[in-house]
């Protein structure tokens, strides 16, 4: 039971946590300005404080959100899963 229960949370979370940042992005895009403002702020991260997001800061653009990152992440979630839990 206790293993159901924490796979019940941390699915359950995950697709909350998705959902929210959808609807955050979906926002942010009919908002030019708040759109204007995330760049600027991502643009503006130190390279050698953030080496490793201003480095892939173009593909985190390209993956943020939308059904496949969904998708990508629920699979590894789920294969983990597999991995962990007894059948």
Same mark, same amino acid.
């Given at each position: 039971?206790? #293993?159901?229960?924490?796979t019940? %949370?941390?699915?359950? #979370?995950?697709?909350?946590?998705?959902t929210?940042?959808?609807?955050? &992005?979906?926002?942010?895009?009919?908002?030019? +300005?708040?759109?204007?403002?995330?760049? %600027? #702020? &991502?643009? $503006?991260? $130190?390279?050698?404080?953030?080496?490793?997001?201003?480095?892939?800061?173009?593909?985190?653009?390209?993956?943020?959100?939308?059904? +496949?990152?969904?998708?990508?992440? =629920?699979? =590894? =979630?789920? +294969?983990g899963?597999?991995?962990?839990?007894? $059948?």
């Amino acid at each position: 039971p206790e #293993t159901a229960a924490r796979t019940h %949370t941390t699915l359950f #979370t995950y697709v909350l946590g998705a959902t929210s940042w959808e609807i955050q &992005m979906a926002a942010e895009r009919r908002d030019p +300005e708040a759109w204007r403002r995330l760049r %600027t #702020t &991502m643009e $503006s991260l $130190s390279a050698r404080d953030f080496p490793t997001v201003v480095e892939l800061a173009p593909e985190l653009a390209r993956t943020t959100g939308g059904d +496949e990152q969904f998708d990508y992440g =629920l699979d =590894l =979630l789920l +294969e983990g899963l597999r991995v962990r839990t007894p $059948s």
